[in-house]
């Protein structure tokens, strides 16, 4: 199993970015995924979550980001994306892609069985 995450950088606030995640090894379809990030000195927090399902258009953000990121996935090619707008000084962080097995699109960081090694993003005022 390998989740891939790319698109991280050093940008300015009120820039933009787009996270890729490229999945491999399990079979993406039946799988929710998302996004957790860490910042210095913090604990991993979630960012955003999709569902399997495209039909059901279901996504969970975090109230830090909502209205400024976008989650979304194209099952076709295996890969998930975060596009984030409007971005904060304190976006900086390590963001990591994730995949659930489990129904039900969750926040926590134990309802996710992969993990990927992260993408730094750095956002200077």
């Known amino acids: 199993v390998q989740l891939v995450e790319s698109g991280g950088g050093l940008v300015q606030a009120g820039d933009s970015l787009r996270l890729s995640c490229a999945a491999s090894?399990?079979?993406?379809?039946?799988?929710?995924m998302g996004w957790f990030r860490r910042a210095p000195g913090k604990e991993r927090e979630f960012v955003a979550a999709?569902?399997?399902?495209?039909?059901?258009?279901?996504?969970l953000y975090s109230d830090s980001v909502k209205g400024r990121f976008t989650i979304s996935r194209d099952n076709a090619k295996n890969s998930v994306y975060l596009q984030m707008n409007t971005l904060k000084p304190e976006d900086t962080a390590v963001y990591y892609c994730?995949?659930?097995?489990?129904?039900?699109?969750?926040?926590?960081?134990?309802?996710?069985?992969?993990w990927g090694m992260g993408t730094q993003v750095t956002v200077s005022s």
């Open positions: 999709i569902d399997r399902s495209l039909v059901s258009d279901n996504t």
């Open positions: 090894g399990f079979k993406f379809s039946n799988y929710n």
């Open positions: 994730v995949a659930a097995s489990r129904p039900g699109l969750q926040a926590t960081m134990n309802a996710y069985n992969f």
